[in-house]
């Protein structure tokens, strides 16, 4: 049985083996490999032509694969074909009708469908902004005005946005936070406004905002109540016979306990 007959150089498929004996022989996801690979093969000009697609769908049902199976395998090939294609106009950051039009028409020669668009300009914005935060840990204002060219090329949904945002540029507002909290886990008012400006500019939501912060805080106090206990620990373990230190602390005193009232000396 040769395989290779499934490929001819005019990307028409001369389908002349027992299907029976194909399915007999290759398990299914082989099946789905051989079509993978003729799907590959023939559009490697980033164009899929009707003949490309009768050729694919007539193997596919002889495989006993539905109609959802082809879509998935044309999502599976041609997608990573688009998504470079995009990656390639973010990267000249040149965004004008040429670089639209040049979109479109992969699109089209392409044939593809909406939800694919979707899933993979959706894929290249997290690409292009997960690169954008491995190389700056505080991103400037033309890092900004770049990331509004993205989007505003996309044309993402501003939700779908602020979904990814919340989650690839955390810790780049919770980094300011922790820095805004600083050593006594109080954020003046001036640093208020300033992390309100941050969060905005990086498109993050009040919901994450906040819950970003509620973690900076529950990280500090749990630090906090940590040293507290470890500190109690030691002034209540048995104490050697030495000399009493007549240097005490006149910052301690003695009514009060510990900070966190974890013990109140009688």
Do not use: H
């Not at 490697?44 to 596919?60: G, H, M, P, R, Y």
């Not at 690409?127 to 840990?137: A, D, G, M, P, T």
Request: hydrophobic share 35%; net charge negative; glycine share 4%.
């Amino acid at each position: 049985m040769k395989l290779n007959l499934i490929y001819s150089s005019d990307k028409n498929c001369d389908f002349k083996i027992s299907v029976d004996e194909i399915i007999k022989t290759f398990d299914f996801e082989s099946l789905e490999t051989i079509l993978i690979s003729y799907l590959k093969n023939a559009t490697n000009e980033l164009k899929i032509t009707d003949k490309i697609i009768v050729n694919l769908s007539n193997l596919a049902q002889n495989f006993g694969f539905n109609d959802n199976k082809i879509k998935s395998i044309l999502r599976i090939v041609i997608g990573p074909i688009y998504q470079n294609e995009i990656l390639k106009i973010i990267e000249q950051n040149n965004y004008n009708n040429f670089s639209y039009d040049m979109l479109e028409n992969v699109e089209k020669s392409l044939k593809i469908d909406q939800e694919t668009i979707f899933i993979n300009k959706k894929a290249s914005y997290l690409k292009f902004l997960e690169k954008k935060v491995s190389n700056n840990s505080i991103l400037s204002n033309d890092d900004i005005i770049e990331i509004d060219n993205v989007i505003n090329f996309l044309g993402i949904n501003f939700e779908i946005i602020q979904n990814i945002n919340d989650t690839t540029l955390e810790p780049i507002f919770k980094k300011a936070t922790e820095e805004a909290l600083g050593a006594n886990y109080i954020i003046p008012s001036n640093y208020w406004i300033g992390l309100e400006k941050l969060r905005k500019r990086l498109r993050i939501s009040e919901r994450k905002s906040k819950e970003i912060f509620y973690s900076c805080i529950t990280d500090k106090l749990k630090t906090i109540l940590e040293k507290a206990i470890i500190d109690n620990k030691k002034k209540n373990s048995p104490k050697e016979n030495v000399p009493k230190d007549v240097g005490e602390d006149p910052t301690i005193n003695k009514d009060s306990g510990t900070t966190l009232g974890i013990e109140v000396e009688e």
